[in-house]
C-alpha cells in the first residue's frame, strides 16, 4: 500500500475518502454505508414543508389523539425501552426535526413513543414502514408523508401547576422505577419545590411528591393515608379500610409531602391518589444548549479509546463483563475503537521495557494505579469483538513509568530519556549507547504487537503514544519503522502529545499524524469553545499541509466530569461543560473533511457498570454521562442506550475509584 497520504481507503472500509456534507438523499446513503446498515434502515421523507407547528403541550399538540404506551418487554438491540408514556399523535406527516436515531423493526406508534420518552435528546418521532425515525424537535414544521405516522411528547411547554418550573407533571401518577434506587427522600412544601431540587441534582431526571394526611382528635392520633394504592413502594404503610375517616373540620388535620428524588424515568405509574410526579426539562432534555442548524458531518474515525488494564484493573480485558462494555461503546455510533497495551518501564532513565501479567505485583507510591499488561489473548479477544460489532480498531501500545510517575510523581512515559532544554533542567539525557539500548528495547515491545495486528486485520497501529523525547531521535524511528512495514499491511500512525507536534521530523513514514490533543480550550459556551478552538485547528492543517495533505486524526481527546480528583462530587454544571466540550470539538471540525480523519475520546472503561448516585464519577469517561449522548446525537447513534438501572455497580468508575 502506499505510505503516503493517499490511503488506501477501499481496504479500510470505513475509512471513506473525504467528502462534502451531503444532500438529504445521499447524504442518508452515506449515513447507512458508513454505520454499516442497509439503506432500507433510513427513509427519505418527501414533500412540502407545511406551516411551523407549535410545541407539543402537556395532553395534546396540534390536532393528534392521545395514546398510551403499553410496558416494555425485555430490553435487547430493537426491543421497546421500560417506558410508559403519552404521545400525541398525527397521521400522513412527518416532523421535520432533525432526525437523531432510527430504531425499531415492524414497530407500532406506542412503541416509538416509548422510544422517544427513553431517548435523552428526543421529543418527537415519525414511524414510517415499520422504523421509528426519532427527532430532537416538532417546532420545525412538517412534510406530507403517507404511510407515516408522526408523534411528540409530552412536556414541550410545562403542564399548570404553581412552581413547578420545567417539569412534565402527572397527578395521580408515580415514576417508575422507584424504592432502594430513590436518590433521596426528604419533605416539600410543594410539587414545584420537589422539582427544583431535581434540578439541582445532576443525576435526577424524575420525582414523586407524595401527600398524607394525619388528623389529631381527641389527643388520639389517627394516620388517614391517602393513597389506596397497596403497592405504592414509595410507602410501608397500608392503608387500613376500618380506619376512621378524617374529619373535614377538625382544626388539627394537616398533611405531609415527601419528595423521592428518581435517578431514571421508567414510565408513570396509574393508582397512586397522594401522588404528584415529575419528568424534568432540562431545554432539550439536556442542560446544555442544543445544536442549532445541520449537524456537522460524522468524522470518518468516529472513535473512542477502551481502556482495561491499569485503567480497569477489576474487569479483565476480554470477559464477559468487558465485553458488554464494548457493546454499549458500539451502540454510541462509533466506527472505530482504540484497544490500549500498555508495558513498562521502572523510571524515565530506564532502557528496558516489559511487561507485568500480575497485576498484584506493582503498585505507584500513591496507589493510585495498578500496574498491569493485558495478555495476548485478552487483547485478541477484544479486538475479534470489536469487529463483530462493525467496529474498526486502532491498535496503541503504551510505555509507562512505575516509579515518579506523574500524577504522583514528577515525570511520565513523554519524559523518558530526557530532552534537551526542557522544563527539568536536572534531567540527564540519554547517550548514544543508552538510547540504542532503549530503541532495542523498544523494538522488541512494538514488534509482537504488530504481528498481532496483522493477525486480527487490526486497521490502524500507533507507533508509539506521547513519546516526546524518544520522538527527537529521527533516525532511530526511521530504521524501526520499516521492520514494522514488514509485518504489518495496515495504517500507521504516532499519537504525539499536543504542543510537540512541530517537533517531530519524521512524519512522512507513516500514514496519519496522530495528536493526543489535550489542549487547554477555554469558553464556557458552545461558540466561545468553538472560538478558541480555532488555533488549533489552524496548527493542524498547518502540519498536514506540510506534508503534502496528509491526514490527521486526534490519537486522543478528553476532558474531565469535574476536576480528575476521585474525591470531588461532580455538578450539573461539571457534567454540563464536559458535554460542552464534545460538542464544541465535533463543531469545531465541521468544515474540515478534506484533510481531517477524526477523533479517538479518551476513554471507555471495560467495566460496563453504573456508579452509586452518590458518589458520582468525575474522570474522563462519557459513559453514562450527558457526553455519552452528545456522541449519540452526532453520531447518528441506531442502538438504543442499554438500560443504567440494569447495570452491575461500578468497579472502575466514581469517587475513589477512577483513574484519569
Known amino acids: 500500500m502506499a505510505h ?23 447524504r442518508m446513503r452515506f449515513v447507512a454505508r458508513h454505520l454499516a446498515v442497509p439503506v432500507a434502515m433510513f427513509v427519505i421523507f418527501s414533500g412540502n414543508i407545511s406551516n411551523a407547528m407549535a410545541p407539543p403541550h402537556c395532553v395534546h399538540s396540534g390536532n393528534g389523539t392521545t395514546v398510551s404506551a403499553p410496558a416494555a418487554t425485555a430490553a435487547t438491540a430493537t426491543a421497546t425501552p421500560a417506558v410508559n408514556t403519552d404521545c400525541s399523535i398525527t397521521h400522513g406527516v412527518s416532523f421535520d426535526g432533525r432526525d437523531i436515531a432510527a430504531v425499531g423493526s415492524g414497530a407500532q406508534p406506542e412503541q416509538c413513543c416509548s422510544y422517544c420518552a427513553g431517548h435523552n435528546f428526543c421529543s418527537a418521532w415519525t414511524l414510517y414502514k415499520g422504523v421509528c425515525y426519532l427527532k430532537d424537535s416538532a417546532a420545525g414544521g412538517h412534510v406530507t408523508c403517507n404511510g407515516c405516522v408522526s408523534g411528540a411528547l409530552p412536556g414541550g411547554a410545562p403542564c399548570p401547576v404553581a412552581g413547578a418550573g420545567n417539569c412534565t407533571v402527572r397527578h395521580g401518577y408515580d415514576v417508575l422505577p422507584n424504592g432502594p434506587t430513590d436518590i433521596a427522600a426528604f419533605t416539600v412544601a410543594s410539587p414545584g419545590e420537589c422539582c427544583a431540587a431535581c434540578l439541582q441534582h445532576f443525576n435526577c431526571s424524575a420525582w414523586t411528591v407524595y401527600t398524607t394526611t394525619n388528623s389529631h382528635s381527641n389527643n388520639i392520633n389517627t394516620n388517614i393515608d391517602t393513597n ?67 449537524l456537522p458531518r460524522k468524522f470518518n474515525m468516529s472513535g473512542i479509546t477502551f481502556t482495561g488494564g491499569r485503567y480497569c484493573p477489576n474487569v479483565t480485558m476480554g470477559s464477559t463483563q468487558s465485553l458488554r462494555s464494548l457493546e454499549h461503546l458500539a451502540s454510541t455510533g462509533a466506527t472505530w475503537v482504540a484497544v490500549v497495551v500498555t508495558q513498562y518501564q521502572w523510571r524515565m532513565d530506564s532502557t528496558q521495557i516489559f511487561p507485568l501479567y500480575n497485576g498484584s505485583a506493582v503498585h505507584d507510591e500513591q496507589d493510585y494505579y495498578t500496574f498491569v499488561t493485558l495478555t495476548s489473548d485478552e487483547v485478541t479477544a477484544t479486538i475479534r469483538h470489536a469487529h463483530a460489532l462493525g467496529l474498526r480498531v486502532m491498535l496503541k501500545p503504551h510505555v509507562d513509568l512505575l516509579r515518579n510517575h506523574k500524577p504522583a510523581g514528577a515525570f511520565w512515559r513523554g519524559d523518558i530519556g530526557g530532552c534537551p532544554a526542557t522544563w527539568n533542567t536536572s534531567v540527564t539525557p540519554f547517550t548514544d549507547a543508552q538510547w540504542d539500548a532503549w530503541f532495542a528495547s523498544y523494538a522488541e515491545f512494538l514488534m509482537p504487537y504488530a504481528q498481532l495486528a496483522e493477525r486480527e486485520h487490526v486497521e490502524m497501529l500507533s507507533v508509539n503514544t506521547e513519546l516526546y523525547c524518544p520522538n527527537r531521535q529521527e533516525q532511530r524511528w526511521r530504521a524501526l519503522v520499516p521492520r514494522v512495514r514488514a509485518v504489518y499491511s495496515g495504517l500507521l500512525t504516532v499519537a504525539q502529545i499536543k504542543g510537540h507536534e512541530m517537533e517531530l521530523k519524521w512524519w512522512d513514514i507513516v500514514d496519519v499524524i496522530g495528536i493526543d490533543a489535550y489542549y487547554s480550550i477555554p469558553g464556557d459556551t ?52 464536559h458535554a460542552l466540550h464534545y460538542q464544541a470539538v465535533l463543531d469545531a471540525f465541521a468544515n474540515s473533511e478534506d484533510w481531517f480523519l477524526g477523533v479517538f475520546f479518551w476513554n471507555w472503561n471495560s467495566d460496563p457498570g453504573f456508579w452509586n448516585p452518590t458518589q458520582p464519577d468525575d474522570c474522563l469517561t462519557p459513559q453514562w454521562k450527558p457526553a455519552e449522548d452528545v456522541l449519540r446525537w452526532y453520531w447518528n447513534a441506531t442502538q438504543p442506550k442499554p438500560d443504567r438501572h440494569a447495570a452491575a455497580p461500578a468497579l472502575c468508575m466514581g469517587a475513589g475509584k477512577c483513574t484519569c
Open 526 to 577: 458552545v461558540a466561545e469553545l468553538v472560538y478558541s478552538w480555532q488555533s488549533h485547528v489552524s496548527l493542524a492543517k498547518q502540519l498536514s499541509d506540510a506534508y503534502g495533505g496528509k491526514p490527521v486524526a486526534f490519537t486522543e481527546i478528553g476532558y474531565c466530569s469535574g476536576h480528575c480528583s476521585r474525591s470531588h462530587v461532580p455538578s450539573v454544571g461539571d457534567y454540563a461543560k
Open 228 to 294: 389506596t394504592n397497596t403497592q405504592n413502594p414509595n410507602t410501608n404503610s397500608n392503608p387500613n379500610t376500618q380506619n376512621l375517616s378524617p374529619n373535614t373540620q377538625n382544626p388539627n388535620t394537616n398533611t405531609n409531602s415527601t419528595c423521592y428524588l428518581k435517578p431514571t424515568f421508567g414510565g408513570f405509574k396509574g393508582g397512586c391518589p397522594g401522588c404528584v410526579s415529575g419528568v424534568v426539562q432540562r431545554g432539550p432534555k439536556h442542560p446544555w444548549p442544543a445544536p442549532t442548524g445541520r
Open 4 to 26: 503516503g497520504h493517499k490511503l488506501d481507503f477501499s481496504r479500510q472500509g470505513m475509512l471513506h475518502p473525504p467528502r462534502p456534507l451531503l444532500a438529504t438523499a445521499a
